[in-house]
C-alpha cells in the first residue's frame, strides 16, 4: 500500500505525536513492507510555526529507516500581524476568527502547496490538530481522490486551540478518525460526528526497551543515588503542570527531605518561566532539583529507569505516552482528572488521579507512592500489563493499517 503520513514534524523534531507518526511509519515499511512517505516541516518543535528566529533543520528530502522523509521550510513572516489579529477576532468572537487561529497556528508551508498535486498515495493520512498541515492533506487527498484518515489529538479543554468549527468540518468530511482514547471518541459524538468512522486506538511503546533500561549512569551523573527520585518527562509547555509539580516539593520535603525531582524534556518558551520559579527556591532547595533539557529520544529510557515515580500532572493530553513509558519500565505514575488523562490511567489500579493545579493533592500522591512501596510496586505491574495487551507498536501500528485498508483496500 502506498501511504502519504502528514505531520507537523519528524524525526529528530521531539514530540508525541511526531514520535507517534515516526514509529507507525517504520511499523508499516518494516513489518508490512508498505510504502510510506511523510510530508512534514523543517522544524524541531511548533514554535517555529509562529516564532521567528527559531532554530529550524534543512528542508529537503531524505530516507530515514525505510520511510521517505520530505520536509518544506515554515513561512511565518506574517505571525506578528496574524497573532494581533486572531487576539482581536478570538476576543471578540468575531466570524471566521477560528481560520485566522489556524493561520497563525501554521504551519504555512507554500513548498508543500505547491507540490500537492505531485503525491501519489493509496491514501493519506494526518496527525494531528489544530494545525494547518491537516487542511493540507484533505487538499492532497480531494486531488489524488483517494480516502482521507485523520488522527486528531483532541485536546477539548483547550478552547483556544480546538474551539474551530474549521476542524468539525474537516472531521465531517473524512472517511475515518482515529481517535486516542474513549474520551475523544466521545466528544466527537457530542459533536454528532458519524460514530461509524471513529476508531479508538490509542498510542504505542516499545516494552522491553524501558524494561531493560538502565538509569544507574544517570543516578550517578546527578547524584541521585539513594534517594526517592519523582520524574517529570515531556516538553516544558505551560499546560504541563511543571508549576504544579514544583509548588508541591516543599510539601514533599517536609516529610521526605531526602527526595530529589528531575524535569527532563525540551525547552520551549515556557521554560524562562520556570527558570524564574526554580530561581526563586532557597540554594537547598534548588540543589534537590535536576534539569535534563533537550535529550535524545534514546535517552528517554534510561532517564524514566532512573526515577522511582513519574509525574505528570497536565492539564490535559490527547493521551499521554509517558505513562505508557513508565508502565513499561516498572514505575508507577500519577496524572490529573483532566480530560482524556482518566481514560489511559485508572485511579486506584495503575495509577494515582489528582486534581489539576492542587498542588496539595499532588503533595500529598507523592508521599503516599514514597512511603509505600508495595503500593508503587503494584499500580506499575498493573500498568505493565496494560501496556502489553494494548500499546505496543505493534499493536497499534497494525489498528492503524487496518483503518487504512478498509478505507482504502489495495
Known amino acids: 500500500m502506498k501511504i502519504a503520513h502528514f505531520v507537523q514534524g519528524y524525526k529528530p523534531a521531539i514530540g508525541g505525536t511526531e514520535y507517534l507518526m515516526q514509529r507507525v511509519s517504520e511499523q508499516l515499511v518494516g513489518r508490512y513492507g508498505d510504502d510510506v512517505t511523510v510530508y512534514t516541516t523543517n522544524a524541531y518543535n511548533c514554535e517555529v510555526f509562529n516564532h521567528r528566529g527559531v532554530e529550524t533543520m534543512a528542508p529537503g528530502r531524505e530516507v530515514i529507516d525505510g520511510v521517505k522523509v520530505v520536509r518544506y521550510k515554515v513561512f511565518n513572516q506574517l505571525a506578528p500581524a496574524l497573532n494581533l489579529a486572531q487576539k482581536i477576532g478570538y476576543r471578540w468572537h468575531l466570524p471566521r476568527n477560528d481560520l485566522v487561529r489556524t493561520l497563525y497556528s501554521g504551519p504555512i508551508l507554500p513548498g508543500l502547496l505547491a507540490g500537492l498535486g505531485k503525491i501519489e498515495a493509496d491514501v493519506v493520512c494526518a496527525s494531528s490538530f489544530p494545525l494547518m498541515h491537516m487542511h493540507y492533506a484533505a487538499m492532497a487527498a480531494r486531488r489524488l481522490g483517494v480516502p482521507l484518515v485523520l488522527h486528531g489529538g483532541l485536546h477539548p479543554q483547550d478552547g483556544w486551540g480546538f474551539d474551530r468549527k474549521v476542524i468539525y468540518r474537516l472531521i465531517e468530511k473524512a472517511d475515518a478518525y482515529i481517535a486516542n482514547t474513549n474520551y475523544e471518541r466521545d466528544f466527537l459524538l457530542g459533536k454528532d460526528i458519524d460514530g461509524r468512522k471513529i476508531h479508538v486506538v490509542g498510542v504505542g511503546t516499545d516494552p522491553e526497551k524501558f524494561a531493560e533500561a538502565d538509569g544507574t549512569d544517570i543516578r550517578r551523573r546527578y547524584g541521585l543515588n539513594g534517594c526517592p527520585v519523582i520524574t517529570f518527562v515531556g516538553q516544558q ?146 500498568g505493565r500489563e496494560h501496556v502489553l495487551k494494548n500499546y505496543t507498536w505493534e499493536i497499534v501500528a497494525g489498528k492503524f493499517r487496518s483503518i487504512y485498508y478498509k478505507a482504502a483496500p489495495a
Request: proline fraction near 5%.
Open 237 to 382: 509547555g505551560g499546560h504541563k503542570g511543571i508549576e504544579t509539580l514544583l509548588k508541591a516539593m516543599p510539601l514533599v520535603w517536609r516529610q521526605a527531605p531526602e527526595a530529589r525531582l528531575m524535569i527532563a524534556g525540551s525547552r520551549t518558551k515556557y521554560s524562562e518561566v520556570l527558570d524564574a520559579v526554580i530561581a526563586g527556591f532557597e540554594p537547598a532547595q534548588r540543589a534537590k532539583i535536576v534539569i535534563i533539557n533537550n535529550f535524545s529520544e534514546d535517552e528517554k529510557p534510561q532517564i524514566i529507569a532512573a526515577g522511582d515515580i513519574l509525574a505528570l500532572p497536565s492539564g490535559f493530553e490527547s493521551f499521554g505516552i509517558t505513562f505508557l513509558e513508565a508502565w513499561a519500565a516498572g514505575k508507577p505514575v500519577i496524572g490529573c482528572r483532566s480530560g482524556a488523562i482518566p481514560s489511559v490511567v485508572s485511579d486506584g489500579l495503575n495509577g494515582i488521579l489528582v486534581d489539576y493545579k492542587d498542588h496539595r493533592e499532588l503533595a500529598g500522591a507523592l508521599l503516599e507512592l514514597i512511603f509505600d512501596t508495595e503500593m508503587r510496586r503494584r499500580l506499575a505491574d498493573e
